[in-house]
C-alpha cells in the first residue's frame, strides 16, 4: 500500500492521470489511470444503435474505440502498438479485441479476426 501519492499530470481530453507512489519500502510506484466508463457507454450504444461505417461508399468503417490507457498495457501485455500500421501489429490488435475480455471496447459485434 502507498504511503504517499503524487499527482504527476492530469489530461482533462484523455480523463487520464498519472500518480506517482511512495511505497513502505521507500520504493517508488508509478500508476497510470483512465476513467473508461464513457468510452464503454459510446461503444455500447454504437453496438446496439449505432451506424459505423465512416466513408458514404461502405468502405471504411469503426470498429472499436480503445482507451489509450491501454496503449501502454497492451505494449506490457502483448507486445503490440495498437497505433502500428503494420498489417501482422493489426491481426493481433483484432484477436485481442476478438477476445471476451476487451469486447466492450468495440462498436460492432462481427468478429474482426
Known sequence: ????????????????SKIFHRLHDGDW?????????FIAEVNDYLRKHGNTWVSKEKDLRLDAHIPLIYREKWLKQFGVDFLDPDPDVQRKVDEILDSAEY???RTNTFRLA
Not at 29 to 37: I, K, L, N, V
Open 103 to 105: 469486447r466492450w471496447m
Open 1 to 16: 500500500m502507498p504511503r504517499h501519492s503524487a499527482y504527476v499530470s492530469h489530461d482533462p481530453d484523455a480523463n487520464i
Open 29 to 37: 510506484a508509478y500508476e497510470t489511470q483512465q476513467d473508461c466508463t
